[in-house]
């Protein structure tokens, strides 16, 4: 198994996001008088925002007109939220450091918006690492359609199954291997667990410290 391109996910894999998105999407629903309930909560992860936006208005109709009001209000919070919420996950920054070094192919593929990419990328001063950055808001649909990781490959040049992906969520995971992709799947602990994956993937890791182990020892990218 070897492979000519890499392609991360985003929010709960790279930056500790997934708590914050939820923190600010109960703020939201509680001021309109509603009880987030967790079953709407597990609908969205690793989801487009703005379809996921749909999906609350739909349960919680007083958030806003339109899916696309909803969006913007979720957006505006998080980009108005203090630059030290916005932490990275544990072994991102060595892991984006060893594909730079090795002048690996690389690419992020993510369901937020672009603006939030560009945010949470500069706030980490990763943009150098990562020059390829793609939103799912510009392809036909979001995770856990393939389309976002298609095109991150077709950009990179690369067959999909030439791409390693890397991902947190279920929507996502499944996306890549919908792709054509080998996907390694470091679970967020704060909304899923490794048994959650047990059926659907068998690359497994527990850390993104654990998947750059795996990369080195196995020349993965030799």
Not at 2 to 31: C, K, R, T
Not at 150 to 156: E, N, P
Not at 159 to 188: H, N, Q, Y
């Amino acid at each position: 198994m070897s492979f000519g391109a890499i392609i991360f996910d985003m929010d709960g894999l790279l930056v500790d996001s997934e708590p914050v998105w939820h923190e600010v999407e109960v703020e939201l629903i509680e001021a309109c008088g509603y009880r987030y309930a967790d079953e709407v909560r597990d609908m969205g992860i690793g989801m487009r925002v703005d379809e996921f936006a749909a999906i609350l208005q739909a349960h919680y109709p007083k958030l806003g007109d339109s899916p696309a009001a909803i969006e913007g209000a979720i957006t505006e919070r998080m980009l108005q939220l203090p630059a030290k919420r916005i932490q990275a996950r544990p072994g991102a920054e060595a892991i984006l450091r060893y594909a730079a070094d090795n002048n690996i192919p690389r690419a992020i593929a993510s369901s937020s918006s672009q603006v939030i990419i560009e945010h949470f990328l500069r706030l980490q001063g990763w943009e150098e690492w990562i020059p390829q950055r793609y939103s799912a808001e510009f392809v036909p649909r979001g995770k856990p359609a393939p389309d976002i990781y298609l095109h991150a490959a077709s950009q990179l040049g690369m067959r999909p199954d030439r791409c390693l992906a890397l991902e947190d969520s279920r929507a996502g995971t499944i996306a890549a291997i919908k792709a054509g992709m080998t996907c390694f799947t470091v679970p967020d602990l704060s909304h899923s667990t490794l048994d959650d994956f047990a059926q659907l993937n068998p690359h497994v890791f527990r850390s993104l410290d654990e998947v750059l182990s795996e990369v080195i020892d196995k020349r993965l990218f030799a």
